[in-house]
């Protein structure tokens, strides 16, 4: 069993950046390929980025793309996803999720763990 705790959530203003972690505890931190998702009121939850187990060049929403960057820290089993750039449609839920090995998945049922959320509003 694997938990994920979310922080780094808050108000932010539109261009400004803000920087969400994801700690992972319980069991063994690398073979976890690690991805962030958020969801808006009214929408359904959606893919943001991710890292594989294997580290390497991460993957990113086309939305996000240039803008946020996900990276990981095996040491502290810490992934993290740096929003810079925001944008008020960037104001969400934003959940970390964890799936055992295999490739960044853009959908939800490939991961196996779920974080709590945290929230992320962007102010125009």
């Known amino acids: 069993q694997v938990q994920l705790v979310e922080s780094g959530g808050g108000l932010a203003q539109a261009g400004g950046s803000l920087r969400l972690a994801c700690v992972a505890s319980g069991r063994a931190f690398s073979p976890y390929t690690m991805s962030w998702f958020r969801q808006a009121p009214g929408k359904e939850r959606e893919f943001v980025g991710g890292i594989s187990w294997r580290g390497g060049t991460p993957y990113y929403a086309d939305s996000v793309k240039g803008r946020f960057t996900v990276s990981r820290d095996g040491a502290t089993n810490t992934v993290y996803l740096q929003m810079n750039s925001l944008k008020p449609e960037d104001t969400a839920v934003y959940y970390c999720?964890?799936?055992?090995?295999?490739?960044?998945?853009?959908?939800?049922?490939?991961?196996?763990?779920w974080g709590q959320g945290t929230q992320v509003t962007v102010s125009s």
């Open positions: 999720a964890a799936r055992v090995g295999g490739l960044v998945a853009t959908t939800m049922n490939p991961y196996d763990y």
